[in-house]
C-alpha cells in the first residue's frame, strides 16, 4: 500500500486544466462545504488566511476524501514547517515569493526523504500514511509531492527561466497582486505592463515543459490568463464570495443599488 495518488499532480501532467479557489477563511468547515463545489482544487492559504499548522492540518482533513484536491500555501517556504505540513497529508504545497534556482532547489529537497532531499521520517505520526496504516509510504511519498513556485516580483521574472528549469518544480504561478506592486502598479494586476509581464513568463514555463499557474476574482481577466495558457487558475476566494452574497442579499432585499466595482487589488 503507497502514499495516495496526487490526483493534481497527474492532471497537469496530462495537460488537463485545473480550476480553483482561494480559501482564506481558515476554517475547515467552509473548506468541507467548498470541497464539493466543482472545483479541481482549493487553495489552503497560509499566508493571508488567519491559519496556523492546526487549522491548515483541520482543512487539509477536511478535503482528505474530497473532490477537489488540497493545495496548501505555508507563509513562507520553510523547511521545518513543510516538514510538518506533509505528515499533516498535504501534498502539494503553493510557495511564496520564489525568486531564484537556488531557492527552489532547496524547496525540492525539504519536501523528499533522502536521498533526494531532506524531509524528516516522522509521517507515521501523521495523517499523510494514515496514521502509519500506509507501510510502503516513505518509500512512495516523495513521487507524490506538487510543487508549485510563486514568481511575483521583478527578481523572479528575471530568474523565471532557472527557476522554471529546477528539477522537482512542477508549475510556477505568477501572483498578479503582488508582481503589479512590485513593478509600481500596486492594487492594479490588469495594467498593461503586468499582463506583458505575465504573457512573457507563461512562455518561458511552458517552453521547460512547466504548469503555469494563476488566480484572480475576476472573470473578465480569468478569460485573458485562460486564452494566455493558464494551466491551473483559481477564479475567486471563499471570503469575496461571502462578502458579495451576504452584501447583495441585503441590498436587493432592500432595493438598494447593487455594489460597484470588485474590491479592492488586493
Ligand atoms: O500576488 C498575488 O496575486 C497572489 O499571490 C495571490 C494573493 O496573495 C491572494 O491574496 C489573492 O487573494
Given amino acids: 500500500m503507497a502514499a495516495p495518488k496526487n490526483a493534481f499532480k497527474a492532471a497537469l501532467a496530462e ?6 479557489l482561494w480559501v482564506a477563511l481558515g476554517s475547515a468547515y467552509a473548506a468541507e462545504i467548498l470541497s464539493t463545489s466543482g472545483y479541481d482544487w482549493l487553495l489552503i492559504d497560509g499566508e493571508h488566511g488567519p491559519n496556523d499548522l492546526p487549522s491548515m492540518g483541520a482543512q487539509i482533513g477536511a478535503l482528505r476524501h474530497a473532490p477537489a484536491h488540497a493545495m496548501v500555501r505555508p507563509p513562507m517556504g520553510e523547511a521545518w514547517l513543510l516538514k510538518q505540513l506533509l505528515d499533516q497529508g498535504a501534498q502539494t504545497f503553493l510557495i511564496p515569493m520564489v525568486e531564484s534556482a537556488a531557492q527552489a532547489e532547496a524547496l525540492v529537497r525539504a519536501l523528499r526523504y533522502p536521498p533526494h ?8 505520526l501523521g495523517r499523510a500514511s494514515d496514521f ?8 512512495t511519498a516523495n513521487a507524490e509531492i506538487c510543487l508549485i513556485v510563486q514568481v511575483e516580483s ?3 521574472l528575471a530568474a523565471i527561466d532557472e527557476i522554471a ?7 510556477v504561478f505568477i501572483g498578479p497582486s503582488d508582481l503589479a506592486a512590485d513593478m509600481g502598479h ?11 509581464a505575465i504573457t512573457h513568463a507563461f512562455a518561458r514555463i511552458k517552453a521547460h515543459g512547466k504548469a503555469r ?6 472573470l473578465a481577466q480569468a478569460e485573458v490568463y485562460r486564452d494566455l495558457g493558464a494551466d491551473f487558475m483559481a477564479i475567486g476566494t471563499d471570503v469575496n464570495c461571502l462578502v458579495s452574497a451576504v452584501d447583495g442579499l441585503r441590498r436587493r432585499f432592500l432595493g438598494e443599488a447593487p455594489a460597484t466595482g470588485s474590491g479592492g487589488g488586493y
Fill in 117 to 124: 532531499g531532506i524531509r524528516g521520517v516522522g509521517a507515521g
Fill in 213 to 218: 499557474g494563476i488566480m484572480t476574482v475576476s
Fill in 186 to 196: 500596486l492594487g492594479n494586476p490588469g495594467a498593461p505592463e503586468v499582463l506583458a
Fill in 154 to 156: 521583478r527578481a523572479g
Fill in 132 to 139: 502509519n496504516r500506509v507501510p510502503d509510504y516513505v518509500t
Fill in 15 to 20: 495537460g488537463r486544466f485545473q480550476l480553483g
Fill in 165 to 171: 528549469a529546477v528539477d522537482g518544480v512542477d508549475g
